[in-house]
């Protein structure tokens, strides 16, 4: 009997555990990936901002500069680079020349701003892509790390499991306890039952509990007194 009400609670607490960790690695996930794609869509617009009058007043070199004071201000930005409305590369940050791959990442004269998350060598990067001028005169590029927030986002589940397992732990726990409560006094009922063909005379079974359970203990007392 113990097991019988053991095994049930033990199991709906486990699924309930497990559900909750899920639900928790996946809303923590998503949180820190979403905060990410803030960022990054912050620094691609100011970056289109700040390239306006570069672009119309034809001024590569200051272009230049601004682009490469990006990433040293910014330790998580991979690249930014600024293209024409022709789709030429008017300044960017690749000291190797620019790979030619990223110009397919995102539909062709876009006006609307969009993000891109790319799988590299050098990890995972969320490429985000912001019309200047709503595209009439050109793009603004960045490319930023998500290595660091994934680094994070794994430490922070990691933590999160440990606890949401020792929680799960002391439930499965409480469970056997409550189970044994509550299938203890029926068990030394039913035991004290078989005795009844006995000449001897039947102990009186303890009755503490005011529920329902104690009540049947205490009429059985009664009736074998």
Known sequence: LRWKFAIPISMIVLSMGIVMLLLVRTYVFDQLMHEVEKRGVYIARMLAERSTPHI????GFALQAL???FPEADADIAYAFVLGNDGSVLAHTFTGGFPVALMDVH???????HTQRLQTDGGYLLDVAAPILE???GIARVGLYETGVRTTAIKSIRMLTLL???????GLLASLVLANLITRPVSGLIQTMQMTDLESKLPELPAHNGDEIG?????FNEMVG
């Not at 539909?107 to 701003?113: D, F, H, N, Q, V």
């Not at 949401?164 to 002391?170: F, P, Q, R």
Request: charged share 15%; proline share 7%; no cysteine.
């Open 56 to 59: 119309l007043y034809e001024d």
């Open 67 to 69: 682009i490469d004071s």
């Open 107 to 113: 539909p062709p004269l876009m006006k609307t701003l």
């Open 135 to 137: 595209g009439h005169i």
């Open 164 to 170: 949401l397992t020792l929680a799960l732990i002391v």
């Open 215 to 219: 009540y049947l203990i205490r009429q």
